[in-house]
């Protein structure tokens, strides 16, 4: 496994997680991770994992199963020197299928540590079908 | 409409969260949110409300039609000077239905302002059916 990097900001942290699904990677996506026992992932079926193993566990089996890619729009941030707080919908591309899946409402929780950012909590879960949370979303980069 | 309170602490805010819900009071529910546009409030339904004006709406039609009591037990939670968040799992009762509903896993952010602490996110989605996320929660008292 590659030694840890070092994540200059929550933003960094995120981009590393979309390219980690993308590339189905569960050793890039394990480094992102803090190394906290409370780490928290809420997947959009309603199980909840905690702390690293599982939560590595958790992602080498969806990454052995599936290929995903993830298109994530910003919803609201807040940012603290030491913490930040993500919102975001995302919609999912499973395998081959064209057709969308979510969208998701996902709150990223990123935590600064010695080695700079790391995701501490995940929580996704399913949007309402009407998918007017896509529509009423307010797009904007972040930062 | 009372004045804003002071709220020392996120686990003020959510104690003040918890009772405006079991008494059904969307006068206080609406005062501990902050007074910012991004704020951001996902029901168990999937739906979205962003902004004070929607969450405080939508409190208030949840308030006129149920009447809830909420069980919640802290699952992990991360804090800074001026940021918290806190992940539960939270069990409801419904008017005078005595079986639970739920459990819903939750994400609460707490940003701390020129008024104290306030919330700021409110993320509620249904866990998944076999109750383990009940099971294997670690209680734990906040601090």
């Not at 409370?38 to 599936?66: A, D, K, Y």
């Not at 501490?120 to 007017?132: C, E, G, K, L, N």
Request: glycine residues 4%; contains cysteine; charged residues 20%.
């Amino acid at each position: 496994m590659s030694k840890p990097r070092h994540f200059a900001s929550p933003e960094d942290v995120e981009q590393a997680f979309y390219e980690a699904v993308s590339l189905g990677d569960s050793d890039q996506m394990i480094l992102l991770w803090a190394e906290d026992e409370e780490s928290v992932c809420v997947h959009p079926t309603g199980v909840r994992l905690n702390g690293m193993q599982s939560i590595r566990e958790s992602w080498r089996t969806i990454f052995t199963t599936s290929r995903i890619r993830v298109q994530a729009e910003a919803v609201a941030h807040w940012q603290s020197s030491v913490m930040a707080v993500h919102h975001l919908i995302e919609v999912l591309f499973v395998g081959d299928d064209p057709s969308p899946h979510g969208p998701l409402h996902v709150t990223h929780v990123y935590v600064r540590g010695a080695h700079g950012w790391r995701l501490v909590s995940r929580h996704a879960s399913a949007a309402d079908d009407s998918h007017q949370a896509m529509a009423d979303s307010v797009p904007h980069t972040l930062h």
